[in-house]
């Protein structure tokens, strides 16, 4: 995939969040440097060759120390190009280190710019906030933010303002239910052409929870870093294996009708995900196309005739169990219940791990191990993909007997 190359932008920009750049070099750095240059490359090959803006939705330094943040500043003062505004908000990792008040102070100075801005860029508002005391927004933010929506809405009340804060807002995106705040939704939901974008909880971009709608549009950022998820059902809980190949970042246009696309990009492949968000109404809730009514979709995964269930490494107590991925009309499967039953239909083991979908290249099957079962027994597998709509595969892969 690459931009729609129906849509004629007047604005582009990308954004990114949750990178962590430390005092050491880290490969954080380089992630940044190229996420810049690829920003640009892949904007001055269309039509519309701008980047017009910029924008960092805060924990771009780990602990806010000042060879993070000035060797943040180098990354940006080496790579952006004349035309491109950039905006930064600072978190709670920028406040880590010596804490928010001196945080801001070196903010400040390094970057001569205001922590909460709200500009206009090619006839569009950006609205960006900084927290307060970790990830919260007190009063004085609220009045803030409230006073610049009013400002922006009274502009156009049906013209997209594009709205940045570190933390989801809660029940959003995926990723909120772990890393939001509710402290801005009740000013937020009377704006639906609010297009907002957070981060805070390094949930993967191409997730199709990633975006959602209900009072407003809310995207997820993802992270430069690694990878977190919102689930602690899976074996490995939240972090998932080879969390360190992790570096998406949005980009996003718009145009002179107030139509919006927005384009969620992988760094370590060089690819474009296999989806484009589309926001054509954005002050209109009724033709949201991203609303929670995607849960009531009756399309599940399923195994093809040919998939396949090996067991290897068995053991007096245990084996490993690999399986080819399912497939779905949906972009990708979520994850997989693998369950351990003995002869009788007994479950004695029942787990389940990621489809790996937050990488650009998915492995084509996937394994897990299971220990400390009975000797002397038999048991078989079944497998169940699941979606991220909560729909279960109707029939699982199934293994022969396995006998220890």
């Given at each position: ?117 709200h500009k206009v860029i090619n ?201 080819d991925q399912a497939k779905t ?76």
């Amino acid at each position: 995939m690459a931009f729609d190359s129906n849509f004629r932008p007047v604005l582009r920009f990308m954004v990114v969040s949750d990178v962590h750049y430390r005092d050491e070099h880290s490969v954080e750095r380089e992630r940044m440097e190229l996420a810049i240059k690829t920003a640009y490359r892949l904007s001055e090959a269309e039509e519309y060759s701008k980047l017009d803006a910029l924008y960092v939705v805060g924990d771009f330094a780990t602990s806010g120390s000042r060879p993070q943040m000035l060797a943040f500043k180098d990354t940006l003062d080496r790579n952006l190009k004349s035309g491109t505004e950039v905006t930064l908000s600072l978190a709670s990792h920028e406040f880590h280190g010596e804490g928010e008040e001196a945080a801001l102070e070196k903010f400040r100075e390094i970057y001569s710019q205001e922590p909460d801005t709200h500009k206009v860029i090619n006839g569009y508002h950006f609205i960006s906030v900084t927290c307060t005391n970790g990830c919260h927004f007190d009063d004085k933010k609220r009045e803030w933010v409230a006073a610049e929506l009013k400002k922006a809405a009274a502009d156009n009340p049906r013209k997209p303002i594009f709205f940045f804060q570190h933390p989801h807002i809660m029940g959003t995106v995926y990723g909120s239910a772990n890393w939001g705040e509710d402290e801005l939704t009740d000013i937020l939901m009377n704006y639906p052409q609010i297009i907002d974008f957070s981060g805070h909880s390094h949930a993967p971009i191409n997730d199709p929870r990633s975006i959602h709608q209900r009072h407003f549009t809310c995207l997820g950022t993802g992270t430069l870093s690694y990878f977190e998820l919102d689930e602690f059902d899976k074996y490995c809980s939240t972090i998932p294996p080879q969390k360190e190949k992790a570096a998406q970042m949005l980009i996003v246009e718009a145009d002179a009708d107030m139509r919006v696309r927005v384009y969620p990009y992988d760094l370590i492949t060089g690819n474009f995900f296999p989806m484009t968000w589309k926001i054509d109404r954005a002050w209109d809730v009724k033709s949201y196309l991203y609303t929670d009514a995607r849960y009531k979709t009756t399309v599940a995964p399923y195994f093809e005739d040919d998939a396949k269930i090996v067991i290897s490494d068995i053991t007096e107590d245990g084996f490993r169990v690999t399986f080819d991925q399912a497939k779905t009309e949906d972009v990708y499967v979520d994850d997989y219940n693998v369950i351990v039953k003995t002869a009788d239909g007994t479950t004695v083991r029942n787990t389940t791990l990621w489809s790996e979908y937050y990488f650009y290249e998915m492995p084509a099957t996937l394994s897990v191990e299971f220990k400390e079962l009975n000797k002397n027994e038999t048991y078989f597998v079944e497998v169940y993909a699941g979606s991220f709509w909560k729909t279960v595969s109707e029939k699982p892969l199934t293994s022969e007997k396995i006998e220890l």
